[in-house]
């Protein structure tokens, strides 16, 4: 099975389904892109990128509300915060404070600051 993302003219993710792989010309990434991206436009219209349930390309898996960004060939999940930046070799978005190691950590965008989360019975 493949799977492919149907992108709005913003690149925004509409929708995800699932595709036989004999409608993508029975090939593999990224021969059956085009094709099966071909095939989804037939049969539902709209514009199509094939994206991986594993990972294996394309960065990550596509989810609704996901940016398809061309120029990383990559799907990049929503910006969690103002402050955060985009890594082009990872396609994901990063505090501009490292993350302690050690323990539960929250971002505050106030601050600008990761505040430990308490656990129970710590």
Avoid at 32 to 40: I, L, P
Wanted: net charge negative; glycine share 10%; hydrophobic share 35%.
């Amino acid at each position: 099975m493949a799977h492919f993302a149907q992108i709005n003219s913003d690149n925004v993710v509409t929708q995800v389904i699932v595709v036989s792989n004999d409608d993508c010309g029975g090939g593999t990434y990224p021969a059956s892109d085009a094709v099966g991206a071909a095939f989804c436009n037939n049969l539902l219209g709209g514009t199509w990128k094939q994206t991986s349930y594993n990972n294996n390309f394309r960065k990550r898996y596509a989810g609704i509300g996901y940016t398809f960004n061309g120029a990383l060939d990559a799907f990049v999940a929503p910006k969690p915060y103002p402050s955060w930046t985009l890594n082009e070799d990872t396609a994901d978005w990063e505090a501009p404070v490292e993350r302690p190691e050690e323990g539960m950590w929250t971002w505050n965008e106030a601050t600008q600051e990761w505040d430990e989360v308490a656990t129970p019975g710590a």
